[in-house]
């Protein structure tokens, strides 16, 4: 098996004419078999000196995961549109109809809408005049029950012949169940503006992971790779080694997956996020779930931690989440005044996973063992989960 599936992967690693322009992909050209290796390495070096690093939990099949596609618009020299990707550092367009890591069904809409538009009088807009209508696409597909979301954004929210324009593209892709118009008239590398109108559908799709129901509304941060987010959150729930007694975190929560599927094991779970829409998606999926014992809060996790712990709240299991950037000291501070037992931490970053492992240490806490996941396959980005147990 292994074997078949590093010769598809050789036969295919020079399958792409744009990864020297688009930038995306740095692994390009490598076998699946030396990217999961150079992984490996990578977090051997960042982790290795706090605990053992487990084997890299890899892609049965590494293309086409990205359940997330965005593509910008804009005009080639003739005024024609193009949809694709920015250039690395760049603000040029990088064509793209296809691409060996995206979504094949989401690819194959956006290039749709790109030739719906001239039929339509739908100018993109022009970053340098901020003349124009349509700045991005966005398509969103769940993997487990075909669901799709489109966002149109617009520079905007003046949309002529917009209906019209839904149902011609509903017509060539019956399978889309929502489409959403956000508005971004800033002049800003954000795509997504606050303002939307649902177009089409009930302005959100649903997934299936671990056997949960989530709800994904276009601002909420969702994992991009289901097939291995499915293995990192069992890793997860592996590790947190919950009795159904823990009273639980689930930090940097974002839409509450970990901690609605941690929920069933424990018995109670509090979920903490920044992000408003994202916390009222977590509080929609608690419900669509039937799940009693989670609440979910807005806020910075450090300073809900810290409240927790002045609140003198005790805590025994803690998952955290946080995005690149890592955790802070304050909020690593308040984990051990809580009292929890166990951390695990998942991480986008190694780097950051390791500075912060560095301060659990102190804080009496020891590294159990990590698991690297290869979340984004033909790229460098490494996950990582790690257990801390703290120290008797
Ligand atoms: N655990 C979730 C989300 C992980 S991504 C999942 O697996 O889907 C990291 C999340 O942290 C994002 O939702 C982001 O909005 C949130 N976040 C970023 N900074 C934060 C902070 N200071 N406090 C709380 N949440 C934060």
Not at 55 to 73: D, G, L, Q, S, T
Not at 109 to 115: A, M, P
Not at 145 to 163: D, Y
């Amino acid at each position: 098996m292994e074997k078949k599936i590093s010769q598809k992967t050789e036969k295919k690693a020079d399958g792409c004419q744009l990864s020297q322009k688009c930038g995306g992909c740095t692994y390009q050209g490598m076998t699946y078999e030396k990217q999961c290796k150079l992984k490996q390495r990578r977090t051997e070096e960042l982790l290795g000196g706090f605990c053992k690093v487990q084997p890299i939990i890899r892609m049965e099949n590494p293309y086409h995961y990205r359940n997330k596609v965005h593509a910008v618009f804009d005009r080639d020299r003739k005024g024609k549109p193009v949809s694709g990707i920015y250039q690395e550092g760049t603000h040029r367009v990088v064509p793209v109809d296809t691409c060996m890591i995206e979504d094949e069904k989401s690819d194959a809409i956006i290039v749709t809408i790109r030739n719906l538009l001239p039929s339509f009088k739908i100018k993109v807009y022009d970053e340098d005049t901020g003349y124009g209508l349509l700045r991005h696409v966005l398509v969103r597909r769940s993997f487990s029950n075909g669901q799709i979301m489109v966002v149109l954004v617009t520079a905007s929210p003046v949309f002529p012949s917009k209906n019209n324009f839904v149902k011609a593209l509903l017509k060539e892709h019956p399978e889309i169940t929502t489409v959403i118009q956000n508005v971004n008239g800033r002049n800003t590398s954000m795509v997504l503006g606050q303002k939307e109108n649902v177009l089409y559908g009930k302005g959100y799709i649903e997934d299936t992971l671990c056997g949960c129901v989530f709800r994904i509304s276009s601002k909420s941060f969702y994992q991009i790779n289901p097939v291995q987010t499915e293995k990192l959150y069992a890793k997860a729930i592996e590790l947190a080694d919950l009795k159904g007694t823990e009273n639980v975190l689930d930090a940097y929560c974002g839409i509450g997956t970990i901690g609605l599927i941690a929920a069933a094991h424990c018995r109670q779970v509090a979920g903490v996020e920044l992000n408003p829409d994202a916390v009222k998606d977590a509080v929609n999926n608690r419900n669509r779930n039937k799940v009693e014992n989670a609440r979910f809060f807005r806020g910075d996790a450090g300073e809900f931690m810290v409240g927790l712990a002045n609140d003198g709240q005790k805590l025994d299991v803690v998952f955290m989440d946080p995005p690149r950037s890592g955790s802070t000291e304050e909020f690593i501070d308040a984990v051990e005044q809580t009292g929890a037992k166990r951390v695990v931490y998942i991480s986008c970053n190694p780097e950051t996973l390791a500075r912060d492992l560095q301060y659990f240490e102190k804080k009496g806490y020891q590294a159990g063992e990590a698991w690297p996941v290869d979340m984004f396959p033909w790229t460098d980005s490494i996950e990582a989960v790690t257990v801390l147990n703290r120290k008797k």
